[in-house]
């Protein structure tokens, strides 16, 4: 085994420990700071598979905004205790057995595959500039359509925002 | 040498299994959230994955697209759960439209 393989077999088992901490987790805090640990250890993966960059917008957006906007959400409304769900543990058994049947295929099916995909993959390191000039020649489109998105999702999160406020002033000129 | 294509694609399945079951069986809906994030990681890992073995830079171009959609995802979902919760001043799914959370 060379030292990546190690490295991605310790990445592995950190990453879904903290990602199951999360899900079993009752608080919320808990939850993001697990969430964190796990997304710091994805990056770690994205470098060991050769994507420096991709790593360093994984910790900056992943870990560092996106959670950091749950964390404030979660600070800022009071949630009550979440129940426990009444169902019955047959339901989830069911569930249980029908996806590890599904993965145990998968499983299977990769093994049989044709071709080398049960060789060790060869180190690679993709330079940023490199990646960088690639995304913008080849998928300039596509990075317009992205900006478009975002650019929505802001005019969607500002509405919602003052939606409220807007509707109390229409009741009011109204009555 | 890094490990077989297959392994990283076990590990990318048994992540985003672990999204669905945080999804679907957590009553709170930052919970759900939570998981789709979860979800969009692994197939994020799964693209890398993918790039390296193919030996193409595409792989990684993905990723920028799939980091978009999930900020994008995340401020909007957001900025809805907070609308909800100060219109019903709840964040479990189940209470929003009925009161069958009261009757349990």
């Known amino acids: ?175 | 040498m890094i490990v077989p294509y297959y392994h990283v694609l076990l590990f990318a399945g048994i992540l985003f299994g672990l999204g669905v079951i945080c999804t679907l069986t957590r009553r709170n809906l930052i919970m759900i959230l939570l998981g789709l994030e979860i979800m969009l990681n692994a197939g994020a890992l799964a693209f890398i994955a993918s790039g390296l073995d193919a030996g193409q830079i595409e792989g990684q171009a993905v990723v920028i697209f799939v980091l978009a959609v999930a900020a994008a995802e995340v401020s909007l979902g957001l900025a809805l759960i907070t609308t909800i919760y100060r219109q019903t001043g709840t964040t479990d799914p189940r209470c929003i439209e009925s009161d069958t959370c009261e009757l349990e």
């Not at chain 1, 969430?35 to 710091?40: E, M, N, P, R």
């Open chain 1, 1 to 175: 085994m060379t030292p990546y393989a190690v490295c991605f077999y310790l990445l592995a088992v950190v990453i879904i420990m903290t990602t199951v901490m999360a899900i079993a987790c009752r608080n919320m805090v808990h939850t993001i700071l697990y969430l964190v640990a796990s997304f710091v250890g994805t990056a770690m993966m994205f470098y060991l598979l050769g994507a420096p960059l991709p790593a360093a917008l994984e910790v900056i957006i992943y870990a560092g905004g996106i959670m950091v906007l749950f964390l404030f959400i979660v600070m800022m409304l009071k949630i009550a205790d979440e129940k426990r769900s009444g169902q019955r543990a047959g339901r989830f058994a069911l569930a249980g057995m029908f996806g590890s049947i599904a993965y145990l295929s998968a499983c299977v099916l990769l093994h049989l595959l044709p071709g080398d995909a049960g060789v060790a993959m060869k180190a690679a390191f993709a330079e940023p500039a490199r990646y960088g000039a690639f995304v913008f020649h080849r998928h300039w489109l596509s990075i317009e359509v992205i900006s478009l998105l975002l650019l929505v999702v802001l005019i969607g999160a500002l509405l919602l925002g003052i939606g409220d406020r807007l509707n109390r002033r229409n009741g009011k000129e109204e009555s």
